[in-house]
């Protein structure tokens, strides 16, 4: 059963830093990865998607890698705003009917 | 036009009670899902659609779990008898094939009292 992890659980940074949120999957047979933002009491939004073929995908502040072998992805957030204070939350697909397996996310907060 | 929608946005429900929760995927999306999302966690598998066809329901938790896409468009996830457990946030999202980027709609966040 596919299982995923994401590390750290909360992460505060002062406005400016660069971060890094990890996350890894045990079953390295997947379709696909997704990285979502979710803000308090709302739906996910998608972040990025990287096919199992790829290895980075990059949009504006925001790049997501992707080792499918060693079964690790991680979000590289550059130039934190406070705006970007979130939950963040990864999910694999392993190609079954296409269900997404997600880890529990890791909490931002970005201070002034 | 507009992304995935989702009413109500919130229900209160007794125990015992039944509900219908619904999700109005982005026009022309072929695949539909349904998740369950507890407090702190991240949200879990219950179905998958594809059209009208339910091709996976192993994720929901019993039989008092009933999901349905009868036109292959709107989807209603029934809950029958509620129970405290079931108090969560149930997320629908659609994609326009089955393995493709995943919307997600705001949720409908349910409490069993």
């Known amino acids: 059963k596919q299982e995923v992890t994401q590390i750290p659980a909360a992460l505060s940074v002062p406005e400016g830093e660069n971060l890094v949120l990890n996350c890894s999957f045990t079953d390295s047979a997947i379709y696909n990865l997704q990285w979502f933002r979710q803000d308090p009491g709302k739906g996910l939004t998608s972040l990025l998607l990287?096919?199992?073929?790829?290895r980075e995908q990059t949009s504006g502040r925001l790049n997501a890698s992707l080792d499918k072998s060693s079964g690790r992805s991680t979000l590289y957030i550059a130039a934190s705003q406070p705006g970007d204070s979130a939950t963040y939350l990864c999910a694999v697909d392993t190609g079954t009917a296409s269900k997404l397996t997600f880890g529990t996310g890791t909490r931002l907060q970005v201070t002034l | 036009g507009a992304g995935v929608s989702q009413s109500p946005r919130y229900k209160v429900a007794k125990r015992g009670q039944d509900v219908a929760l619904r999700c109005d995927p982005i026009s022309g999306h072929v695949s539909l899902f349904w998740y369950q999302q507890a407090l702190g966690q991240g949200p879990e598998f219950l179905t998958y659609?594809?059209?009208?066809?339910?091709?996976?329901k192993s994720g929901l938790p019993s039989d008092r779990f009933f999901a349905e896409r009868p036109e292959g468009s709107v989807s209603t996830l029934k809950i029958q008898r509620t129970q405290q457990e079931d108090s969560a946030v149930y997320l629908c999202?659609?994609?326009?094939?089955?393995?493709?980027?995943?919307?997600f709609g705001p949720g409908t966040r349910l409490t069993v009292t």
């Open positions: 999202a659609s994609s326009r094939t089955g393995d493709g980027e995943q919307y």
């Open positions: 990287i096919q199992s073929s790829q």
């Open positions: 659609f594809q059209n009208e066809a339910q091709l996976d």
